[in-house]
Structure formats: C-alpha cells, structure tokens
C-alpha cells in the first residue's frame, strides 16, 4: 500500500508499477489495475509510473528528472453534501452546466443574480409564505386605475367593473331637483328627485338612507352596485315602470309606499351610512318653485349641499320630458 498526496487530498492506492526512467516509455505492459480499493471511502485506483532515481533530498535535485506521473482515476466515489444549507455569498460565477442538484432543498437567501438559464429546476415545490404583493397587471391595465399602488383600490373603495367605487360619503351627494307635484302621470308614482355626485369618482348608493317627514326612511339595497357616475346625475323614484313615472330612467325605485313628496311642504334628508348628513333640502309650503307638472331644479350653477337650502338658488325645471312634464331628470338642470 502506497499513498500520495495530490491537490491536498491524499490517495491510497494498491500497487505501484515503476516504468522505465524518463526519456522511455510508459508502462503499458501490465494489465490496468480495474478493482476498486473497498477499503476506503475517498479511495482512487490509479497507475502510476515514477522515475527510478534517487529521492529528492536537497534544495536542489541533482538526480535524474522525474518524469511527471500519470494517473487514470477510474473510480472516485462521489459523496452528495447533505450538510446544512449553504448561507454563504451569493455564488457569482460561470452557470453550472452539470447534472441537476438531488440533494436537500437550499433554505438560504434568494438569489438575486443573474438569471438562470441552465437545466429546469424539478425539485420540491416552494411551500413559503405566499406572496401578499397587488394582484398582477395584464400590459398596462390593472384591475383599478388609478390606485396607489397600481392594481389597489383607496381604503374604503371598492373595484367594481374595473373601476374604483366608494360609498356615499359628506360631500359626495347633492340634491339637485324634486318632482313633487307631477301632472302628466298621477301622484305619487310620479314622483321622483335627483342627486348630483361632485366627485371624479363613482358613488355607490347602496348603504345611502334617504329620510323624509315624519317617519318616512328608505335605505338603498341592492345585489349589484347603484353607481353614480362621477361629475354624474342619479335619479331615485316612487315607480320603476316608465308608463307610471312619465318616461324616467330611475337608477334606483324606492317604491311610494317608502316616501312619499308632498306638493306643500317637505323635507329630503341624505344620510351616509354612520348617520351623519350628507345633504338636506327642506322647502316650505310657499316662497319656493311650485308649479304642478314642473320641477323644482337647482340653479345649474348651484352645486352646493349648503347653498342649496335657500329659496333663491331654485327655480321652476324645464323642458318638457317623457309623458310631457318638466325637468331634467338625470341630466343638468335648466331653469324655465
Ligand atoms: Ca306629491
Ligand atoms: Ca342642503
Ligand atoms: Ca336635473
């Protein structure tokens, strides 16, 4: 048994074959030593051939050259490092190229380098924490626009449609025209009032309860949202049915037994739904637009929760819709 050290590992093999000394030929006469040592894990089996001259004792080796050794390597153990996972630097060098890794799955930091173009990884599948980051954009369509950060919708806004909706809120809403007093359909189903949402964004009107006189209150319910476009006009009535209400789209039909808009006096009360008073319009029996079969219309100018309490800033509604009353219902106001 012989050993020797090579690159700092050291190997033990079981027989040595001198060949001649340098300047001859390699030893090709012996038949190759093909058994593995099973003696030792690290074992190589190699040939050798080493020079016959004296052994290097000196500074200086005034013996024969040695001739290089040559060694064929036919059977190195190959060892898996199951060891504890690698924490070390990030590894900046050349891709590897070699066999995929089977060993232990690699807990370490994430791998910010380059991206990997080598074999595809077929290892166990990442059981982490799930990624808590906004849902993905397709291009540059996000579920809501525009949100910060992109694809979320402000606290207390919801995405309906692609857009960013938010609940009925002080300073939202105003109230900008009562049909009180209908004439060409009967009263009370032809009844209605209109609101005006003063913000770029959509208003949901679901959760919005409306008060009248009395114990008169109705909330907005619904399955699907009762949007008020922004900068946009909603209209809420006694009758859904176009026949019974004069020819008005109604975004939302409270039903004329939930309220009813007397032709003296009354009061509409919008209320966000912690209670507090979005807006309030109280006319009186005289002193403000009365004609029957026109609406009492906000001056257009006039877009105002507070300065729409005032007999001054309404005027009679005009022109003719539908069935053949006046007003604008769900449109900008004109004063006739
Ligand atoms: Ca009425
Ligand atoms: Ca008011
Ligand atoms: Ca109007």
Redo the contacts with the bound molecule.
Sequence with gaps: MAALTLGGCAYEWDSLRPGPDAGGTPDVGTPRDTAADTGNATDAVADARVDGGAADTGATDAGPVDAPIAMDVIDVPVVIDSGPPDTGPLDTGPLDTGPLDTGPRDTGPRDTGPLDTGPRDTGPVDTGPRDTGPPACVGSQCPCAPTTPAGWCAIGAACMGGTCVVGPTAGSLVITEIM??PLAVA??LG?WFEVYNRVETPVDLRGLRVRGNGTEMFEVTGANPVVVAGRGYAVLGASGETAANGGVAMTYVYGSAAM????SSDVITLLAADGSTIDSVAYPASGWPETMGRSKALRPAILDASMNDVAVAWCPGGPAFGAGDFGTPGAANVCQ
């Design positions: 009180n007093d009263d009370p009844e009813n808009l007397s032709n």
